[in-house]
C-alpha cells in the first residue's frame, strides 16, 4: 500500500540555488562562471563545422558561421536575462533547426532558401508569441507545458537524445587521434573533475568553476598523449562582421511550414525550463513573463538567420550545470552573453575551438546530461500516476525515442515534413503531447 504525502498549497518551494536569481556577483566570477556556460554548450561549439562539413563550405565560411552563431546567442542572452524572461536562461543552437536545415539545405534553392523560409517562419512566431499581459497563445500554451507530466516529460526526452552526443563523442571514432585510451582517459579526468568538486563544501569557488576547471584540466591530459594544435590559434586575426542573407534568399511556402513545425518543440521545451529554474530560484513566473521569455527566443531566432544562423533554444546543458553550481545569478548570464558577442567577432577564437578535444567536452556534458536528466524525474515525481497519466507520459517517450532507431532507408522513403518528426524526438514528443494531452482532456469533458 503506497501512502501519498500532501504538501498544503500555500507551502513555498525550496529554492535550489546558494546565489539567487536576481543576486549579483563578482566580476571576475562572472566572467568565469561565463566561460564555463559556453563549454557547456556543445551544439554551440559543434554545429557550425556540421554545417560547413555537410555543405562543403570553405574555412572562412565556415568561421563565419562560428562567428554569427556566437552573436546570435549572445543578442538572445542578453535580452533574456536583464530585458525580457529575467532567468538565467543560457540559449543556444536548436538541434531541430539543424536537422531541418541539413533536410532542405540540399534542395532547390539551397541554403538561401532554406534560411530564406527560416526567416519568415521566424516571423509568424513573432506575431504569435507578442507578449500581452491579458491573454495570448503563448500564455495558452505556457499553462499547457506547465503541467508537470508535460515539461517533465520533454526534459526528460530531451536529456534521452542527448545520450548521442555523450559517450559516443567521448569514445570517438577509430580515425580521432586519442582513439580509444587517450579520449577514454581525458575524458575520465574531466568527468571525475566534474563530479569530485560538485560535491565540495558549499559557496566553494572550484565547485562553482568545476566544469571549467574540468575542461582544462581534461584538455591538458589529451594535449599530454595525443598531438593536439594550439598553433593555429593566432591566424585568421580579422573580425567577424555580419552579412545580410550571406548564402542568398528565397522563401518556399513547404520549406515554410518545416521551420515553423520545428520551433514548436523549442519553444515547448524553453517554457517547461523557464518553469523549473524560477521554482529553483523561488519566483513566480507570471503568462506574460513567459511570453517575454519565448518572444525574445524567436526575436533571436529570426534575427539569426537574417545573418545566417541556427534558431536558439534554452540549452539543456546549462540547466544542468545551473544546479551543479548553484548559481543561479541572472548576471552571471549577463555576462555569458557579453563573452558570446565578444567572442562571436574574433577570428582567433574559431581556431581555439576546434583545438578543446571533444571527448573533453563530451565527457564533461555527459555528467550535466546525468544532472538534466534526474531533474526530469524529480519534477515527475509529484505526478499522481493515474491510468491517463501513465499513458500520456509513457507512449510519447518510447514513440519519440524509438524515432532514433529507425532506419534511415525507412526515413529516405518519407515526405520530408515526416522525416523531420520521426528524426527529431524532441518533435515527434512535442506532437504526442499535445495530441494526447488534448484528447484526455476531451474525454474528461
Known amino acids: 500500500m503506497t501512502t501519498r504525502i500532501t504538501v498544503p498549497v ?64 549572445g543578442l538572445v542572452v542578453v535580452l533574456q536575462s536583464v530585458f525580457l524572461l529575467r532567468l538565467p536562461i543560457i540559449q543556444g543552437p536548436y538541434a531541430g533547426s539543424l536537422a531541418a536545415l541539413l533536410a532542405v539545405g540540399h534542395g532547390r534553392g539551397g541554403l538561401g532558401a532554406a534560411f530564406g523560409s527560416m526567416v519568415v517562419a521566424g516571423l509568424i512566431w513573432c506575431v504569435i508569441a507578442v507578449p500581452l499581459k ?44 586519442g582513439f580509444p ?81 520545428t520551433l514548436l518543440p523549442a519553444i515547448a521545451e524553453s517554457i517547461a525550463t523557464y518553469d523549473i529554474v524560477a521554482d529553483w530560484g523561488g519566483q513566480e513566473l507570471s503568462g506574460y513573463r513567459v511570453s517575454q521569455g519565448v518572444f525574445g527566443e524567436v526575436l533571436g531566432s529570426t534575427v539569426g538567420a537574417v545573418f545566417g544562423g541556427l534558431s536558439t533554444l534554452a540549452y539543456p546543458d546549462n540547466i544542468g550545470l545551473l544546479r551543479v553550481t548553484k548559481v543561479g545569478s541572472r548576471y552571471v548570464t549577463l555576462a555569458t552573453g557579453v563573452i558570446l558577442l565578444v567572442l562571436g567577432g574574433l577570428g582567433p577564437f574559431d581556431r581555439l575551438l576546434q583545438a578543446v578535444p571533444l571527448p573533453v567536452l563530451a565527457a564533461a ?38 524515432g532514433l532507431f529507425v532506419p534511415a532507408t525507412t526515413l529516405k522513403a518519407m515526405p520530408a515534413v515526416v522525416q523531420l518528426v520521426l528524426a527529431q524526438p524532441l518533435i515527434l514528443g512535442t506532437v504526442l503531447l499535445v495530441v494526447l494531452k488534448l484528447a484526455f482532456g476531451s474525454r474528461r469533458s
Not at 135 to 149: E, H, N, Q, S, W
Not at 230 to 237: M, T
Not at 249 to 259: K, N, Q, R
Not at 365 to 393: E, K, P, Y
Open 181 to 261: 585510451w587517450v579520449n577514454l582517459l581525458a575524458g575520465g579526468v574531466a568527468a571525475a573533475l566534474v563530479i569530485a568538486l560538485t560535491l565540495l563544501p558549499k559557496g566553494t569557488l572550484l565547485r562553482r568553476g568545476a566544469v571549467l576547471v574540468a575542461v582544462v584540466a581534461g584538455t591538458v591530459v589529451y594535449a599530454l598523449l595525443a598531438p593536439t594544435s594550439f598553433g593555429a590559434v593566432g591566424e585568421n586575426l580579422g573580425v567577424t562582421v555580419p552579412r545580410i542573407f550571406p548564402f542568398g534568399f528565397e522563401v518556399h511556402g513547404d520549406l515554410v511550414l518545416i521551420f515553423f513545425i
Open 10 to 73: 500555500s507551502a513555498e518551494p525550496v529554492p535550489v540555488f546558494d546565489v539567487g536569481i536576481d543576486d549579483k556577483v563578482r566580476v571576475s566570477s562572472a566572467v568565469g562562471l561565463g566561460i564555463q556556460n559556453i563549454l557547456g554548450m556543445a551544439g554551440l561549439l559543434i554545429f557550425p563545422a556540421l554545417i560547413g562539413t555537410a555543405f562543403k563550405l570553405s574555412a572562412a565560411d565556415t568561421a563565419y558561421l562560428y562567428g554569427v552563431t556566437f552573436m546570435t546567442s
Open 365 to 402: 556534458g555527459t555528467v550535466l546530461f546525468g544532472v538534466l536528466f534526474a531533474s526530469a524525474i524529480d519534477v515527475l515525481s509529484g505526478v499522481h500516476w493515474s491510468r491517463d497519466n501513465l499513458m500520456l507520459a509513457g507512449f510519447p517517450f518510447i514513440t519519440a525515442i524509438g
Open 134 to 177: 491579458r491573454f495570448g497563445p503563448i500564455t495558452y500554451l505556457a499553462k499547457f507545458v506547465r503541467d508537470p507530466i508535460i515539461s517533465g516529460v520533454l526534459v526528460l526526452i530531451l536529456a534521452t537524445q542527448l545520450t548521442s552526443t555523450a559517450l559516443p563523442n567521448w569514445l570517438g571514432t577509430p580515425a580521432s587521434p
